[in-house]
């Protein structure tokens, strides 16, 4: 059991999971600073409150803290777009790699052979004469 531990740990994946968890984390913390001492200042000047977080009503015994729940609104929001940001990016990067990548040889020879075949024949391919005759 427990080399089958050690082998499923050191999967890949496993270890790139557990990266982008501890780097989120860490992501986490920043939007939320970023947020708490630099945008809700910002915003605070426009609507004449300083702190979001402080924004509050009651209703009979019950304090409703919507500033709190406008913060947690704005992180959202801003790690929401970081991360397609950041998938967008890379699935640019993946898709030049895909183009960059060179056709397997034994692709490139079937495609040789098929156009010899041709040219020996003197035909063109069965999909090609179905749609000059069709039927």
Do not use: C, W
Not at 14 to 38: E, H, P, Q, R, Y
Not at 100 to 114: D, F, G, N
Not at 130 to 135: Q, V, W
Request: without cysteine; glycine residues 8%; hydrophobic residues 45%.
């Amino acid at each position: 059991m427990l080399k089958e531990f050690k082998a499923f740990i050191s999967k890949g994946n496993v270890i790139d999971m557990a990266v982008g968890v501890i780097i989120g984390s860490a992501f986490t913390g920043i939007v939320s600073s970023l947020v708490k001492n630099i945008l809700n200042p910002l915003i605070g000047l426009f609507i004449g409150n300083i702190d979001l977080s402080s924004l509050s009503f009651k209703v009979g015994g019950a304090t409703f803290r919507y500033g709190v729940f406008l913060n947690a609104v704005i992180n959202f929001f801003i790690i929401a777009f970081v991360v397609f940001m950041i998938v967008k990016i890379l699935g640019k990067m993946r898709l030049r790699q895909d183009q960059k990548k060179p056709t397997p040889k034994s692709e490139q020879y079937l495609a040789e052979i098929v156009t010899l075949l041709k040219q020996e024949q003197g035909q063109s391919s069965p999909t090609d004469t179905e749609t000059k005759n069709p039927k």
